[in-house]
């Protein structure tokens, strides 16, 4: 379906033929018509998906008809991550280039320079407000956001927020909002906490399920079955095979990935690390250079597993297993993304993990190649899941830790929109 047939208004159309956004994905096809309709919704739609326009353009349609409040908050959109606000932010910005919409973005572990801004859109009266859960209760504190005129609530990745444990910041907000509010949830998982979430703040909702995703068939997946103790030098084995450019390594826990980075660019391996500990400006800094190329490993937690936007990724590692077999699929998903459409991806299974990896192939419906280990590495355990295979696990940190042995390896300013005459070069 083109975008062109839907109820749009003319400047919302100029704005995507101007981004080149002409047909719609599955998941814009079956929620904007939903959107319009002014009805609460809930969504499951795996990132990648093109979920965020699926909520956005609906959202700045109805705000670009001025029958909303002027200088007051119109729409929340609420996220877990910082790096999904700021990637919201910049699609709204193009969206809105031929629309007076504004939005800000706020959200935490900022300098005073970029607290700054976030405090000084907020007084100039954003219309949309995209913003964590945390650093939002903190304005709303401080009487910098009033929620009473807000027409919009939006919760995305709502099941990662949950995993986040931000349920009770999620009802406080949801209380201060006006009775007409339309609520619009998009998840990527529909676990029954996140049924239980949508009983309470929605009202009547339509529901949209994407088929869960599976990997797509163009990434080519594979595992090394081997001791915690072989991974490094498996891993390092690889790197020296062939040139290692635009991977990402995912990992358990920070404590793994600042060890395992510090060890590959001992290597002399040009390996960053990307994880909750760090500062803001350093965040950005890493996935700036990682995006532009100036960085060839990206060793990370699961905080880039979802909702970021990373183009032409070559091979995704799993150093170690992930949380559950939709985060698998999250993980190399980072490998079939924009117009690479393919990639490798490699999952190191320790005897612990066993288990937990043959409740991957399970979930995939297919058993991933068993790639033979060089002799050279020493004996490797036999692939006997019904064995192998530490006890379960209880729920995940907020950034993606778990318990686990001890690792083997030694914006711009805001600005009020004004009318804009022709179209970004």
């Not at 100029?14 to 919704?41: C, R, W, Y």
């Not at 001992?266 to 803001?280: T, V």
């Amino acid at each position: 379906m083109k975008f062109n047939e839907m109820k749009l208004e003319e400047c919302v159309l100029d704005g995507l033929d101007a981004m080149n956004f002409l047909e719609t994905t599955p998941v814009q096809e079956l929620t904007i018509p939903v959107i319009l309709e002014g009805k609460d919704i809930i969504a499951c739609a795996q990132t990648g998906t093109g979920k965020t326009a699926a909520y956005v353009l609906p959202v700045i349609n109805e705000l670009s008809k001025g029958l909303h409040p002027a200088n007051a908050t119109n729409a929340v959109i609420m996220v877990p991550t910082r790096e999904l606000a700021q990637q919201i932010d910049q699609q709204i910005e193009g969206f809105t280039y031929f629309v007076p919409v504004s939005a800000v973005a706020v959200y935490g572990g900022t300098n005073g320079e970029t607290w700054e801004q976030q405090r000084k859109g907020l007084e100039m009266g954003a219309d949309i407000v995209i913003a964590t859960p945390g650093r939002l209760l903190s304005y709303i504190k401080m009487g910098m956001v009033n929620l009473s005129q807000v027409s919009f609530f939006v919760l995305d990745e709502a099941d990662r927020m949950l995993d986040m444990g931000f349920y009770d910041d999620i009802m406080l907000m949801q209380k201060q909002l006006p009775a007409t509010c339309q609520t619009i949830m998009f998840s990527a998982t529909m676990p029954p906490k996140i049924r239980t979430l949508a009983n309470t703040i929605l009202k009547n909702p339509e529901e949209v399920k994407i088929a869960i995703s599976r990997p797509p068939e163009s990434i080519v997946q594979s595992a090394f079955v081997c001791y915690e103790s072989q991974k490094l030098r498996i891993l390092e084995n690889l790197f020296l095979e062939s040139k290692s450019q635009r991977v990402i390594i995912f990992s358990s826990s920070k404590l793994k990935v600042k060890e395992l980075t510090t060890t590959l660019k001992r290597m002399k391996f040009n390996a960053e690390a990307m994880h909750s500990d760090l500062e803001q400006t350093k965040r950005e800094e890493v996935m700036k250079n990682f995006k532009s190329g100036k960085i060839d490993i990206l060793v990370a937690t699961d905080v880039v597993a979802r909702g970021i936007d990373i183009n032409d990724i070559s091979l995704v590692i799993n150093y170690d297993i992930p949380h559950d077999p939709e985060d698998y699929v999250h993980r190399i998903g980072r490998t079939a993304r924009g117009t690479n459409g393919g990639g490798m991806a490699i999952t190191f299974v320790s005897v612990e993990e066993q288990r937990d990896f043959s409740q991957i192939e399970k979930f995939l419906e297919k058993e991933i190649t068993k790639t033979p280990i060089d002799p050279k590495f020493g004996a490797v355990p036999a692939y006997e899941p019904s064995k192998n295979g530490r006890m379960p696990r209880g729920n995940s940190s907020s950034n993606g830790n778990r318990k686990g042995g001890k690792p083997s390896f030694g914006k711009k300013p805001f600005k009020k929109p004004v009318n804009k005459t022709e179209k970004p070069q």
